[in-house]
C-alpha cells in the first residue's frame, strides 16, 4: 500500500514568487492536513481537507490557501512568499470520517521543503 | 483551545538503557488520541505510539510503551533496550476525536542515543 506523496521534495524561490506544493493520500483516506515545521515556530497546522471542504484552518494569513480534489488529492499554495515562509511543509492523511480507532490515525509524508530567497 | 508540552528539549543516553520522555496537555475534551511521533534525520514523521483517552490500559508496542495519567494530563514515552535508532526528534501530539483532524504538537524532544 502506497503511503503519502508530496511533491516536490526540495524547491528554491524567490520572495513575491507563489508555489504550488501536492500531496496525494494513502488511497481511502478522505481527510488530508498540512502542517509548517520551521525552527523557531514548532509544528504548526495550516488547514484540514475532509471530501474537498475544509474543515480547518490554522492561523495563518490568507496567502496560504489550499484544496482538496475529487479523488482526495491535495494542494496547497503560498501567494506572495516571504523569506519566513521557508520551512518543512508536511501533508498528512488519515481515515477520518470512518468508523474504527484507525480514524484518527495521521500517515505523513515525507514533506517539501521550501526555501525563500 | 489545546495545548500540549513537552519540558525536555534534549536528552541522551546510552545503548541498551531505558529512556523516558515526559509530555503534559491541556483539554476540556473528555475524547481524544494521544500520539507519539518520532522524526528522525530524514524528516519523516513516523508514529511510534497511540492511547485512546477512554481506554485505561496503557498502550505498548514492542520496546515502546506510555505511561497515561488522564486525571494529571500526562502521557510519557518509554523506551526499553534503547537502539541507535531510536535517534531522532520525538514529537507528542494531540487530537480530537470529533471533526476536524488537527494534531496539536509538542515542541519536541531530541533524543541521542549514544553507543
Known amino acids: 500500500k502506497a503511503g503519502v506523496t508530496q511533491t516536490p521534495r526540495y524547491l528554491i524561490k524567490t520572495r513575491g514568487q507563489q508555489v504550488t506544493l501536492s500531496c496525494s493520500p494513502i488511497s481511502g483516506h478522505r481527510s488530508v492536513s498540512w502542517y509548517q515545521q520551521t525552527p523557531g515556530q514548532g509544528l504548526q497546522f495550516l488547514f484540514e481537507?475532509?471530501?474537498?471542504?475544509?474543515?480547518n484552518k490554522g492561523n495563518f494569513p490568507g496567502r496560504f490557501s489550499g484544496r482538496q480534489f475529487s479523488n482526495s488529492r491535495s494542494e496547497m499554495n503560498v501567494s506572495t512568499l516571504e523569506l519566513g515562509d521557508s520551512a518543512l511543509y508536511l501533508c498528512?492523511?488519515?481515515?477520518?470520517?470512518?468508523?474504527?480507532?484507525?480514524?484518527?490515525?495521521?500517515?505523513f509524508g515525507a514533506g517539501s521543503r521550501l526555501t525563500v530567497l | 483551545a489545546q495545548t500540549v508540552t513537552q519540558s525536555q528539549p534534549e536528552m541522551s543516553v546510552q545503548e541498551a538503557e531505558t529512556v523516558t520522555l515526559s509530555c503534559t496537555y491541556d483539554?476540556?475534551?473528555?475524547?481524544?488520541?494521544l500520539f507519539w511521533y518520532k522524526q528522525p534525520p530524514s524528516r519523516q514523521m513516523i508514529l511510534v505510539i497511540r492511547q485512546e483517552a477512554y481506554k485505561q490500559q496503557n498502550a505498548t508496542e514492542n520496546r515502546f510503551s506510555v505511561n497515561f495519567q488522564k486525571a494529571a494530563k500526562s502521557f510519557s514515552l518509554k523506551i526499553s533496550d534503547s537502539q541507535l535508532g531510536d535517534t531522532a526528534m520525538y514529537f507528542c501530539?494531540?487530537?480530537?476525536?470529533?471533526?476536524?483532524?488537527?494534531?496539536?504538537f509538542g515542541q519536541g524532544t531530541r533524543l541521542t542515543i549514544n553507543p
Open positions: 498528512a492523511s488519515s481515515l477520518a470520517g470512518t468508523p474504527g480507532s484507525g480514524a484518527n490515525v495521521l500517515t
Open positions: 481537507y475532509f471530501s474537498e471542504t475544509q474543515r
Open positions: 501530539a494531540f487530537i480530537r476525536i470529533q471533526g476536524a483532524q488537527k494534531l496539536v
Open positions: 483539554t476540556s475534551e473528555s475524547n481524544y488520541y
